[in-house]
């Protein structure tokens, strides 16, 4: 059973310059292209599994069909090396990336096996540009959570809201959809996580997801795509 998202305002969580959603084609093909947390969406209770049956049980007329392109421990520098093989090979129409967690988190402790500010945007900006010059649809996902605390008390709360940022200017500088998560986690932990629990809610870890994580992820991307 999908999460209802109540009070959450669906506008808030995808923008996109003309203020509209993206709207899902007959016979489209969608990979969503990310880390650990794609690569284990496409289980039984993933978010992947998830919007593909959506489309199998409440939109079979449209013929979409659904891939996950996700590998564990990937950043951003990993999809850009992987994008021929792993989604171009699949010809999508419409790619969704959600990647970005691994960049802060992998950089705590040392910070050459993280991202760079620099870096992330840049590669960002080359991934949104592989999908245009491959005429592809394109929605850009912002990075969760790493802590389920909401009091700014998880310790790389703040580098991980500049990151999101960079995601959301990213998208906006190409004038593709943008699928806050960051914003979505944030809210729904407002409201059930009262108690500042670091994990258990939405995530086992603070990163990987349970099946309501996988639940609030898979309806907040329908949202973005259109399917309400």
């Given at each position: ?13 995808m ?19 990310g ?16 919007i593909?049956n ?45 990647i ?19 870096e ?44 999101a ?34 994990s ?28 309400k």
């Amino acid at each position: 059973m999908m999460l209802h998202l109540g009070c959450l305002v669906l506008a808030s969580l995808m923008s996109r310059v003309d203020e509209e959603p993206i709207q899902v084609r007959l016979g489209e093909r969608i990979v969503f292209l990310g880390d650990s947390i794609t690569q284990a969406g496409v289980g039984p209770t993933g978010y992947v599994t998830a919007i593909k049956n959506h489309f199998a049980d409440k939109r079979p007329d449209l013929g979409v069909e659904v891939f996950g392109a996700g590998v564990s421990g990937n950043k951003v520098p990993d999809l850009e090396a992987r994008f021929n093989r792993d989604v171009l090979a699949k010809k999508p129409t419409l790619v969704v990336i959600y990647i970005g967690i691994n960049d802060v988190w992998h950089g705590e402790k040392d910070p050459s096996k993280g991202t760079s500010e620099a870096e992330y945007e840049k590669g960002i900006d080359l991934l949104l540009n592989m999908c245009r010059q491959a005429k592809m649809r394109v929605v850009l996902c912002t990075p969760s959570v790493i802590g389920e605390r909401t009091d700014g008390k998880n310790p790389l709360d703040a580098k991980l809201d500049r990151y999101a940022e960079l995601s959301r200017q990213a998208a906006k500088k190409a004038r593709v959809p943008v699928c806050d998560l960051r914003k979505a986690f944030m809210d729904y932990l407002k409201q059930h996580n009262r108690e500042q629990k670091a994990s258990g809610i939405l995530t086992n870890d603070g990163v990987h997801l349970t099946e309501a994580g996988n639940q609030l992820v898979a309806e907040t991307i329908l949202s973005a795509l259109g399917e309400k």
